[in-house]
């Protein structure tokens, strides 16, 4: 099983951007599929979860401003980001509880990163 992000970039304050995180292979279900950041120098941090029944949670930073939602045909996470700030530039990193096809227990999954500037 492996992830992959996409849709990260350079966008000036108040910009919007949409990441992707597809998850590839041989997967029995996905369960709750989450994003995080880091930021140059600062912990990871979460961002925002959704199960697969479509709940959502999200970081106080980012409410109301940014969306997760997911796709569970194509085993995909989307996270758009409206009303960037300077402060939202971070590497973006996507976060699947996966059960492989040939496996009855879950296991988490991490993404490779995209990068997200923000200038001001």
């Known amino acids: 099983v492996q992830l992959q992000a996409s849709g990260g970039g350079l966008v000036q304050a108040g910009g919007f951007l949409r990441l992707s995180c597809a998850a590839s292979?041989?997967?029995?279900?996905?369960?709750?599929m989450h994003w995080y950041r880091q930021a140059p120098g600062k912990q990871r941090e979460f961002i925002a979860a959704i199960t697969r029944g479509g709940s959502t949670t999200y970081a106080d930073s980012v409410k109301g401003r940014f969306t997760i939602s997911r796709d569970n045909a194509k085993n995909t996470v989307y996270l758009q980001m409206n009303s960037l700030k300077p402060e939202d530039t971070a590497v973006y990193y996507c976060r699947m509880h996966i059960i492989p096809a040939i496996e009855t227990s879950e296991y988490v999954y991490w993404g490779q990163g995209t990068q997200v500037t923000v200038s001001s």
């Open positions: 292979g041989s997967i029995r279900s996905i369960n709750a």
